[in-house]
């Protein structure tokens, strides 16, 4: 386990139903991410949440919809889905600050393993 | 504006003989850089990372890197390719924490 907890591991869901991804992180970061990872594409950073603020919206669509509770939660709702939305749904945290701040030891992202989505 | 070049979208080595993963970074501020390995269907692993200590850093499973600013350069070496380092290989700069810029990956291949 790297600290950074996501579930499911694997998720099929019809193109009409909700469910959502869960994040949870014990590490005291205080950035959290989601990422999409396609078949042969980079990955692809979607929200960024510092001290549960959203602060990134990469234009993703409004059919992801991230909630962040607290510091150390984090959630994607997931509604009408397309197929090309199956992918690796990756969640990371990590401590973002300036040098004077953060020891340079805390950099670094903490990956979950992901959540496998397919939409049928 | 950072940014990250993985030189070889593919790398395929023999088992027991050296591995080298490229990666060459533009950066404005003194970065941060890292590899990050992913096996098939888990996430991201970090190996290792330079932060500004010594130049060259000693990672998991053998790897290592060296920072060389004069060619901008982090490339990933071990001296002797394992089967189970069949992977897909990142390298990720960031200056402080902010704004990590992740690279197109590398997959490393390990022929029997």
């Known amino acids: 386990e790297t600290g950074v907890t996501q579930t499911p591991r694997h998720l099929v869901m019809g193109m009409t139903n909700k469910k959502s991804l869960k994040c949870e992180q014990h590490?005291?970061?205080?950035?959290m991410y989601w990422y999409k990872q396609s078949a042969k594409k980079p990955l692809e950073l979607m929200f960024v949440y510092n001290f549960k603020e959203q602060t990134e919206n990469n234009s993703v669509p409004s059919r992801f919809s991230p909630e962040c509770p607290n510091s150390s939660h984090l959630f994607l709702h997931l509604h009408t889905l397309q197929p090309e939305d199956s992918a690796l749904y990756l969640c990371?945290?990590?401590?973002?600050?300036?040098?004077?701040?953060?020891?340079?030891?805390?950099?670094?992202?903490?990956f979950g393993s992901g959540t496998r989505l397919t939409v049928v | 504006a950072q940014s990250v070049t993985q030189l070889d979208s593919h790398v395929s080595v023999s088992e027991g003989t050296p591995v080298l993963l490229r990666c060459n970074y533009s950066?404005?501020?003194?970065?941060?850089l890292f590899w990050y390995v992913q096996h098939p269907n888990k996430g991201l692993q970090l190996l290792l990372k330079y932060t500004s200590a010594a130049t060259l850093v000693k990672g998991i499973n053998g790897f290592e890197a060296e920072f060389k600013k004069s060619e901008t350069s982090f490339h990933l070496t071990k001296p002797s390719a394992h089967m189970s380092d069949a992977a897909e290989y990142f390298c990720?700069?960031?200056?402080?924490?902010?704004?990590?810029?992740f690279g197109p990956g590398t997959r490393l291949s390990v022929l029997p």
């Open positions: 950066s404005s501020y003194s970065p941060s």
């Open positions: 990371a945290s990590s401590q973002q600050g300036s040098q004077e701040r953060i020891k340079l030891s805390s950099y670094g992202y903490t």
């Open positions: 990720v700069v960031t200056n402080y924490g902010q704004n990590f810029v």
């Open positions: 590490l005291g970061h205080n950035a």
